[in-house]
């Protein structure tokens, strides 16, 4: 099968802006009880921040950034003593706090303390390169059961959003298209799925690293590595995989890169359905009318729907006239109901599928990032990439790509 081309003067930009974005990220921790493969933070189990750090960090997203919700992320932000107290922190500042997990260590009880505490969900990340107690040399699809355990446990407790990632490489691409299958026909319980193309910063002979025009040892960061292998998946190679197996489906809003604009660093995909089926995939117009009309009544770009406000599919529906890709899915809702009335009873809901193409760098040493990054967190006071955090951490500013000579 030929590569995806996807034209992104045909999809919807999403709107969000250094200033102005649907989400902040919260560093509480660098401490993880996992050590997973690409992972570009490295493990301190000393490095809890105190309630007065997170209520300045909070400080400094809502000085420079009107977010929705607040990423709270690590490390692993479960395994921080005062999570319950940090959770309440963001949501008495009317935001939302959506925690990025590997949910190891949650358990039923800190469920509910999290749940009283104001959570509005959860971000699982499960891969098979994470060496899991139980479940290491399992599969993406094997590790289907644990998501399942994981979302389970959450929509017990009803009224908290549940989505998941998964970094994809060479080797594993191939069960993409199971892993969305899985969430498909889990709508009821699962609000997004995400797939993260895996980069991994090589040191070779190309470059120098430097920072303001010092050398600097590239090699002490955590996702520094000597392997020389490339790893180039492309968010657009993932869309030609799941292709394979699901031909329509087909992103409707994109985050392009700074170095390169016709580039998709995220890809963002919608589509409505039931636990029996997807109906189909919504238009750019869908995306872009409910960012736009959340903006114009709350002040916020829309990040995080409330697991009850995607049950709301039918509505969707009399967007048509605008989102001539909601018309065939109409279409066939109408004749499924048809066939059968009482699927009348049950709940259209929607769903998202999300790409993103982590950070790559060009043959001339430019970093090609994400342009109105949503993981924006805070260090020293000032926004900063969380992806590339620990360069400023170590040595102060970016770190310069410089090709050698010849």
Known sequence: MTATTIDHRELYRLPWSLPDNAIAWLEATKKCNLACLGCYRENDPRSHKTLAEIRSDLDVFQRYRTVDGVSIAGGDPLVHPEIVKIVEAVAERGLKPILNTNGLALTESLLRDLASAGVAGFTFHVDSKQGRPRWKNKNEIELCELRQQLAEMVASVGGIGCSFNATVYEDTIQYVPDVLQWAQRNIDIVNTIVFIAFRA???????????????????????????????????????????????????????????????????MTGYLGTKERVYGYVGPRSIELAQVYHHLTTGRYLAYTSPEMLTRGRPMLMLAPLDKRLRPIAGRYLSAVAQRPSRLREKLRFQTAMIIQAPDVSPEGHHNMCDG??????????????????????????????????
């Not at 920072?211 to 590595?225: E, I, Q, S």
């Not at 992806?387 to 000579?405: H, K, N, Y």
């Open 373 to 406: 990054c949503p993981d924006m967190t805070v260090w020293n006071g000032q926004l900063v990439w969380s992806c590339r955090i620990e360069e400023v951490e170590r040595f102060g500013d970016w770190v310069e790509m410089v090709p050698r000579a010849g």
């Open 201 to 267: 910063g090589t040191i070779d002979g190309d470059f120098d690293h430097m920072v303001h025009g010092k050398p600097v040892d590239f090699g002490v960061l955590p996702y520094a590595t000597e392997d020389l292998t490339p790893h180039e998946l492309q968010s657009t190679d993932i869309v030609t995989e799941i292709r394979k197996r699901m031909p329509e489906f087909a992103p409707a809003a994109y985050l392009n890169g700074t170095d390169k604009p016709d580039t998709f660093k995220w890809l």
